[in-house]
């Protein structure tokens, strides 16, 4: 099991590098074209030069978490669902709708009540009158 490991870590590798190719946008490629990168990361990936040239010299560099100015820093950062203020104006929206909409079956259930009612009583005053 263990002479197969080198195998897979190359596989693991070279899939890595392949789909991490394909899902870069093209903008952010560097050097060469992402089409150029992505032959080069499959012929070259059974001796991983490939995979390493696209991780060292093709693959867009992450900037550091520190850098940016504070407004890049708030607008890139995750907010809580609940602390979200459009999250919980979509939550209000939502309620609203579903309130409107039991209000307007509750008022089209009592109409129809009411006509079943009406046409009750009209049967039996015809019937009282027979």
């Known amino acids: 099991m263990l002479r197969y490991l080198p195998f897979l870590l190359v596989?693991?590798?070279w899939i890595y590098a392949f789909i991490d190719c394909l899902n870069t946008p093209e903008k952010e490629v560097r050097h060469l074209p992402k089409v150029v990168w992505v032959i080069i990361v499959l012929l070259f990936g059974e001796v991983l030069l490939g995979p390493v040239a696209w991780l060292v010299a093709g693959r867009p560099r992450k900037r550091a978490g520190?850098?940016?100015?504070?407004?890049e820093r708030?607008?890139?950062q995750w907010v809580a669902p609940?602390?979200?203020p459009d999250f919980l104006k979509s939550?209000?929206?939502e309620k609203a709708e579903k309130d409107a909409r039991a209000a307007k079956d509750a008022d089209e259930a009592q109409a129809a009540k009411d006509a079943d009612a009406e046409e009750l009583r009209r049967r039996e005053r015809e019937d009282d009158d027979r």
């Open 82 to 84: 609940d602390d979200n």
């Open 74 to 76: 708030r607008r890139t």
């Open 91 to 93: 939550l209000k929206d």
């Open 66 to 71: 520190g850098g940016g100015s504070p407004f």
């Open 11 to 13: 596989l693991a590798l």
